[in-house]
């Protein structure tokens, strides 16, 4: 038999395991003192707002949804009848749309991606590539650029009109941003929003960015019309939720960064990244790792990865917290699996809809996140004293 049959052999007989073992120890909170004052600023401008662009990530298209930031934003851009856009970031990481993708494939991105358009109707929705200056993210940028003109053609104002990009950390805002103004500049003039892969990279509200010039809106009106200003874009530093309440969303939330590293352990992220990755394309890690055979021990795959790379530590152990990171961050970038950690489905989505219709429920005041955390660590003593007696 030869390698590359032995290879798909190992594939086709594995069998992944269809249950993940979630430690006792997962923190469940990640709210932190530039989210609060972030959020106070971000609901004193909206009285001067247009237009909120709420980004979440493709690949937890359920979980990224923040409903702190949406109950908070919320009542006051119905009343001021502020538009709402829904942008899902980084398409390209959790679907391959590869001339080479098989159809099966595409049908299902199509039928995941209608699927959230019903769920969100009748307000807009946008799916985004990752990046700002790719051929794809700017395709992307045009249509949500398209939202905005369309909104701003039809509702008059002559001071202008502002877009606020909010979401939760790192799910690509400032990113969003920067193409926004690439291709509304029509320069494709460098970025003005710092980005960068971790979270926490913008910690205040920026400054105005135009990307709608004013002669744009105006073009075609007659010497008697009134004349609408440029439109203007601000960033806004990533908000997260006081407490999350299953450790499933928390390593979903973790794995894509939405969450700064070190908060969680790296090869707990690791095996909850190889656990997906063997539901979905088994195997996918072999040229990382240098091994064809699948597996559900994420020690094995992290030593076979340490030991490709080089990276050892002292006296010549596997530096298992390295491998993890350099696992993980390759999944980020796309370059292992791109895959979806959000089932989309009718009966997941009604689900959601259920949880949206009680927003008090899905809201977790700090003080009630901290008395759930004491009551997780005392329990977890307990367990530990009976244990050890």
Known sequence: ?????????????????????????????????????????MRSLLAQTSIVLECRDYRIPLTSRNPLLENSLSSSMSDSGIKRIIVYTKRDLGFPDHADTPRSVKAEALRREQLLRKLHAPEDVVFTDSGSKTDSSHKSARKTLRHIKDYAKSNF?????????????????????????????????????????????????????????????????????????????????????????????????ALCGCVGDGIIPADTLADYLLFHLNLSSPGCYADLTGSNRPTNDVFELLRDLSARTGKMGKGGTFDLEAASMRLIHQWRKGNVGRTMLNDVNEEVLEQFKDEKANPQASVVSWNQARKVEKGRRREKARVYADATT
């Open 157 to 253: 104002s002559i001071t202008g009109h502002r877009v606020m990009v909010a979401g939760m950390p790192n799910v690509g805002k400032s990113t969003l941003l920067n193409a926004l103004r690439a291709v509304g500049s029509g320069t494709g003039r460098g970025k003005v929003a710092r980005t960068g892969a971790e979270a926490g990279v913008t910690r205040s509200v920026g400054g105005l960015v135009k990307i709608i010039d004013g002669k744009e809106l105006n073009e075609g009106l007659s010497d008697d019309d009134m004349r609408s200003e440029s439109v203007y874009v601000q960033d806004t530093p990533g908000v997260f939720m006081p407490y999350v309440s299953s450790p499933d969303a928390m390593l979903k939330l």
């Open 1 to 41: 038999m030869t390698t590359t049959a032995k290879a798909l052999d190992a594939v086709t007989s594995f069998a992944p395991r269809q249950a993940f073992h979630f430690p006792t120890n997962i923190p469940r909170s990640y709210y932190l003192g530039h989210h609060a004052k972030g959020l106070a600023k």
